[in-house]
């Protein structure tokens, strides 16, 4: 029986046939399963973000050897301070209203809405990093930073600013996954909310300045954390094995 060959002049079902190239699945030609899949980053936003996560973890090593043990603001923070504690010592309820986006049940929300929206649009390492973003930036500003520095603002233990984490991971997880959509996709659109997911991180910050929460050296300490899990995160899920196991599992 004559085998159909191709016209390639191989048959179909001899090595090196199309049918035998390696790692190409008959249903969808093209596209191996032992590739990995689209990154988060693109190749050129690599070494800026290895950069971003340096200059982070340094910032807050930084920021937390000059105010370990402290008990009372320095002279840099209370000059910040004071004017964000003045305007709103006459609108409290304001403060709490603007610090909310920052604490648990908002971050659980709007990461799962997160979480969804990349699901369906089939991007599973956007999904990974949207559902562990707030939790590695809550993990470690409560359990490993805090303890270590031990500063105290009112009796509480505040370096640095879990709410400033939390809506800073936040931030960056949307801006990031907004960078790395599709270039169809409207860029206007991807601006805008990119800019307004900032402008809550800030808002978030103002309010628990004014509410006594924190110290605003807290606070830059707390955005530095969220911006640097986000960049570490995204760093290792876009590793190919990762990437490769994320495709296939």
């Not at 910040?80 to 709490?96: C, E, S, Y």
Request: hydrophobic share 55%; proline share 8%.
């Amino acid at each position: 029986m004559n085998v159909m060959r191709p016209q390639s002049g191989r048959p179909l079902n001899q090595p090196g046939g199309p049918l035998n190239q390696p790692g190409q699945p008959l249903n969808q030609p093209g596209q191996p399963l032992n590739q990995p899949g689209r990154p988060l980053l693109a190749a050129s936003a690599r070494p800026w973000a290895v950069a971003l996560l340096a200059g982070c973890a340094i910032l807050v090593a930084v920021l937390g050897a000059l105010s370990a043990r402290q008990t009372t603001a320095d002279r840099f923070d209370r000059a910040v301070d004071a004017p964000v504690i003045t305007w709103f010592n006459a609108r409290p309820a304001l403060a709490i209203r603007l610090a909310y986006p920052g604490t648990l049940i908002p971050a659980v929300v709007l990461s799962a809405a997160i979480v969804l929206a990349c699901l369906l649009a089939g991007r599973r390492n956007g999904a990974v990093l949207a559902a562990a973003a707030v939790p590695v930036a809550t993990g470690l500003s409560e359990a490993v930073i805090k303890p270590l520095v031990h500063r105290t603002y009112l009796g509480q233990v505040v370096y640095p600013s879990g709410h400033t984490a939390t809506i800073s991971a936040l931030a960056a997880t949307v801006t990031l996954l907004l960078l790395a959509s599709p270039p169809y996709a409207a860029r206007a659109l991807r601006i805008l909310v990119s800019a307004a997911a900032c402008a809550v991180a800030v808002i978030v910050v103002i309010a628990v300045i004014g509410l006594r929460f924190h110290y605003f050296t807290d606070t830059v300490a707390g955005a530095a954390v969220g911006t640097g899990t986000v960049c570490g995160l995204a760093l290792i899920l876009d590793r190919p094995a990762v990437r490769r196991w994320l495709r296939i599992a």
